[in-house]
């Protein structure tokens, strides 16, 4: 199994341009989500699915759109970036059993110049 | 809200033992978890709490107050491996379901010789 797999792991991009980070999971849990990190700021949420074809906002969802199409696939957007959108991005999965623990991709490092 | 607070850095000696507090305000709890993460790397599930009491997994131990919103991680018999930052996590709360988890900003430990 290879878990949680996130593309790109790194990404420059100008101001303005558009781009699209992709995370798959092979473990067919339900829920899917996107978190970014900020040094001081801890891990925020930003989106979250809770099955296919569902999306939610969280907690900083602005400038962020996100689909879900097939079950194992989470894409997360960022229509126009902006130099606030610098972050560390992780994708995790949990199962709707148990205790819910959420599983991490090793994360996308998006600088935004 | 949520609310989560645990201290910032904490330093520690190879071989003792350390306690790493976390506390929290929610307008509901369904279960604390603690993940560890090392420096440009993804969390890693570490436990899970959601009744009162100790949960005890090898060199590492939770331990969960619900009525006094308070947790704490206890590693023992520390080693090199264990410098890293770990974070508490809260489920549940007004506007929250099972799936969604509420970050600390993490507590960056270091091992000493």
């Given at each position: 199994n290879a878990g949680v797999t996130q593309t790109p792991k790194f990404r420059v991009l100008k101001t303005g341009q558009s781009m699209t980070l992709l995370c798959a999971q092979d473990?067919?849990?339900?829920y899917m989500y996107w978190y970014r990190q900020d040094p001081g700021m801890g891990l925020r949420l930003i989106h979250y699915s809770v099955g296919e074809g569902t999306t939610a906002k969280g907690e900083v969802p602005d400038g962020y759109n996100v689909s879900r199409?097939?079950?194992q696939n989470f894409l997360l957007g960022l229509e126009s970036a902006a130099p606030s959108q610098t972050s560390v991005y992780f994708c995790a999965s949990s199962s709707?059993?148990?205790?819910y623990e959420q599983y991490f991709g090793p994360g996308t490092r998006l600088t935004v110049t | 809200g949520q609310n989560i607070d645990q201290p910032t850095e904490m330093t520690a000696t190879e071989g003792a033992i350390v306690q790493i507090n976390c506390t929290y305000q929610t307008s509901g709890f369904n279960g604390l978890f603690w993940y560890q993460q090392h420096a440009g790397e993804a969390p890693t599930f570490l436990s899970y709490n959601v009744l009162d009491g100790l949960e005890e997994k090898g060199r590492f131990s939770s331990f969960l107050s619900r009525s006094k919103g308070y947790s704490y991680l206890l590693l023992k018999e520390?080693?090199?491996?264990?410098s890293a930052s770990y974070l508490c996590a809260v489920r549940g709360g007004?506007?929250?379901?099972?799936?969604k988890l509420t970050f600390g900003t993490g507590t960056r430990l270091t091992i000493i010789p």
């Amino acid at each position: 199994n290879a878990g949680v797999t996130q593309t790109p792991k790194f990404r420059v991009l100008k101001t303005g341009q558009s781009m699209t980070l992709l995370c798959a999971q092979d473990m067919n849990h339900e829920y899917m989500y996107w978190y970014r990190q900020d040094p001081g700021m801890g891990l925020r949420l930003i989106h979250y699915s809770v099955g296919e074809g569902t999306t939610a906002k969280g907690e900083v969802p602005d400038g962020y759109n996100v689909s879900r199409l097939k079950k194992q696939n989470f894409l997360l957007g960022l229509e126009s970036a902006a130099p606030s959108q610098t972050s560390v991005y992780f994708c995790a999965s949990s199962s709707r059993q148990g205790a819910y623990e959420q599983y991490f991709g090793p994360g996308t490092r998006l600088t935004v110049t | 809200g949520q609310n989560i607070d645990q201290p910032t850095e904490m330093t520690a000696t190879e071989g003792a033992i350390v306690q790493i507090n976390c506390t929290y305000q929610t307008s509901g709890f369904n279960g604390l978890f603690w993940y560890q993460q090392h420096a440009g790397e993804a969390p890693t599930f570490l436990s899970y709490n959601v009744l009162d009491g100790l949960e005890e997994k090898g060199r590492f131990s939770s331990f969960l107050s619900r009525s006094k919103g308070y947790s704490y991680l206890l590693l023992k018999e520390l080693q090199m491996k264990d410098s890293a930052s770990y974070l508490c996590a809260v489920r549940g709360g007004s506007n929250f379901g099972n799936e969604k988890l509420t970050f600390g900003t993490g507590t960056r430990l270091t091992i000493i010789p």
